[in-house]
T-cell receptor
């Protein structure tokens, strides 16, 4: 079975402060990990995926297989980063691939 | 722009009524999904379909049924709605030919069952 845990339901930081949204996963094989973001009154959209090793809107996330984590980080938070963030895992091989989502973290960046 | 659309966007209904939520996409994707979003629970998969002849149950399919009428259309039905089906419902698509599992979401349907 595959599981994604986001331990923080709510996270508040001040503008300009570093932010880290935690994500831990449980999966016995080689997972594909994603971060999705949902801004207020907007649809869920992909923020980044680990295989791309990219930085999007200043956010990065490194897959740590030893700790089974995929934490999302940004060195200097901005007010426009306030949103709901979901970590997601795709683990089943071949045509049966599905995404399992964590419960989400609501990030609020205070002025 | 290729898109994923959902109708209706909001619906209030009564216990016991039959409800259908519709999803259409112009992305040309093969795979379609239905999720529900509840506060504190994230998104949970209800049903998914990898092509017109393929329907699969997700994590929480009880009380729901689906129909894949065409590659571009995937409908979710609640045969007899109950209050704990009050939630935000999302449709999503992904491309079978893609090397990743990126999913593209619709705007959501807010369903309230009284």
């Amino acid at each position: 079975a595959q599981r994604v845990t986001q331990p923080e339901k709510l996270l508040s930081v001040f503008k300009g402060a570093p932010v880290e949204l935690k994500c831990n996963y449980s999966y016995s094989g080689s997972p594909e990990l994603f971060w999705y973001v949902q801004y207020s009154r907007q649809r869920l959209q992909l923020l980044l995926r680990h295989i791309s090793r990219e930085s999007i809107k200043g956010f990065t996330a490194d897959l740590n297989k030893g700790e089974t984590s995929f934490h999302l980080k940004k060195p200097f938070a901005q007010e426009e980063d306030s949103a709901m963030y979901y970590c997601a895992l795709s683990g089943l091989p071949g045509s049966a691939r599905q995404l399992t989502f964590g419960s989400g973290t609501q990030l609020t960046v205070l002025p | 722009d290729a898109d994923v659309t959902q109708t209706p966007r909001n619906r209030i209904t009564k216990t016991g009524k039959r409800i259908m939520l519709e999803c259409s996409q112009t992305k040309g994707h093969d795979r379609m999904y239905w999720y529900r979003q509840d506060p504190g629970l994230g998104l949970r998969l209800i049903y998914y379909s990898f092509d017109v002849k393929d329907i699969n149950k997700g994590e929480i399919s009880d009380g729901y049924s689906v129909s894949r009428q065409a590659q571009a259309k995937f409908s979710l039905s609640l045969e007899s709605a109950i209050p704990n089906q009050t939630a935000l419902y999302f449709c999503a698509t992904s491309d079978l030919g893609s090397s990743t599992d990126t999913q593209y979401f619709g705007p959501g349907t807010r369903l309230t069952v009284l």
